[in-house]
């Protein structure tokens, strides 16, 4: 079975500061990917970043950055410059081929707040 | 760019009532997905649709079904709506179809719709 947990329900960080949302899977599966998921209070689920489990090199995107650990199961994202707008809920989510189809398992998730 | 959209965003309904909630995309994917969210839970799938009228069992199906007459539309159908089916409900869809067997599993996005909150009473 797939596991992806989020053990920080909450975390606050200073405008311009840098903050580490955690993340730790499991899976038997040798062929997956990762991804950090924003949700806003608009609700609409939006992509930060993805890395494929093949790939040794982190991904980055802009100010997003992972720490991905594959042999400790560890894919944490690092924001850095934090801004207003980067106040959200983030999903930690393994994508993996489950059968007909790749499917989606997600964690419960880490509420961000950013204070001016 | 990718649209998936549910029909409301905000439904209120009655125990014992038959709830319908639909999902259009408008990009020819082929696979569609139902999820709920709830507060400490994350998202957990519920039904998923990988052809029309083809259709899979999630991590929590018990309560409701699908339905998936057309390519674009993916309808998620609660039977006797029960105040513990009380959620925010996303639709996703992604593009590509089932690899064929022995090949790497490709990367194969999933879009999200607004969500639907609905409340049970």
């Known amino acids: 079975a797939q596991t992806v947990t989020q053990s920080q329900p909450e975390m606050s960080v200073q405008e311009a500061e840098t903050v580490t949302l955690s993340c730790t899977y499991d899976?038997?599966?040798?062929?997956?990917?990762l991804f950090w998921y924003k949700q806003p209070p608009s609700r609409q689920m939006i992509l930060v970043i993805r890395q494929e489990a093949y790939k040794q090199q982190n991904a980055t995107e802009n100010r997003f950055s992972v720490n991905f650990q594959k042999a400790a199961k560890s894919f944490s994202l690092k924001i850095s410059d934090s801004q207003l707008g980067d106040a959200a809920m983030y999903f930690c989510a393994l994508d993996y081929y489950g059968g007909a189809t790749n499917k989606l398992i997600f964690g419960t998730g880490t509420l961000l707040a950013v204070q001016p | 760019d990718v649209k998936v959209t549910q029909s409301s965003r905000y439904l209120v309904k009655r125990t014992g009532e038959k709830v319908f909630l639909e999902c259009v995309q408008d990009?020819?994917?082929?696979?569609m997905f139902w999820y709920r969210q709830d507060p400490g839970l994350g998202l957990r799938l519920i039904y998923f649709s990988y052809d029309v009228k083809m259709k899979e069992k999630g991590d929590i199906p018990e309560g409701y079904s699908v339905s998936r007459e057309k390519k674009e539309r993916f309808s998620l159908i609660l039977e006797s709506a029960s105040t513990n089916q009380t959620s925010m409900y996303l639709c996703a869809s992604s593009l590509l179809p089932a690899p064929i067997t022995g090949l790497v599993n490709p990367y194969n996005e999933q879009f999200f719709g607004p969500g639907t909150r609905l409340t049970v009473l």
């Open positions: 899976t038997s599966e040798s062929d997956y990917y």
């Open positions: 990009m020819d994917h082929e696979n």
